[in-house]
């Protein structure tokens, strides 16, 4: 499996934005597709963005269409999410992760995950 590991979490004003990155460790990306997904306290792991190997498939939540943006360097083995006009429901643990096929927004199909980059949104 792929190790992963988070950065550039901090704490932001609403409107504001940040980019999260995600380094690949041990392997490469090589073959796998990468996500975001996110944690707020008290609620269940939710789907945010997903990316192909290649990068020319995105497919973004709803909630975050128009606003955050993902995209990959394989070169540097490195994934972001740009996340612009940040809003208070946005505070979470964000974290990236991995599958062996692209398609899936179900957090189970993911063998490989980050540690977690606290965002916290302020209003």
């Known amino acids: 499996q792929v190790q992963l590991v988070e950065s550039g979490g901090g704490l932001v004003q609403a409107g504001d934005s940040l980019r999260l990155s995600c380094a690949a460790s041990?392997?490469?990306?090589?073959?796998?597709?990468v996500a975001w997904f996110r944690q707020a306290p008290g609620k269940e792991r939710e789907f945010v963005a997903r990316i192909s190997w290649s990068g020319d498939l995105t497919y973004y939540a709803d909630s975050v269409k128009g606003r955050f943006t993902i995209s990959k360097d394989n070169a540097k083995n490195t994934m972001y999410l740009q996340m612009n006009n940040l809003k208070p429901e946005d505070t979470a643990v964000y974290y990236c992760?991995?599958?062996?096929?692209?398609?899936?927004?179900?957090?189970?199909?993911?063998?490989?995950w980050g540690q977690g980059a606290q965002v916290i949104v302020s209003s």
């Open positions: 041990g392997r490469t990306f090589s073959g796998y597709s």
């Open positions: 992760a991995a599958a062996r096929f692209y398609g899936s927004s179900a957090p189970a199909d993911f063998g490989s």
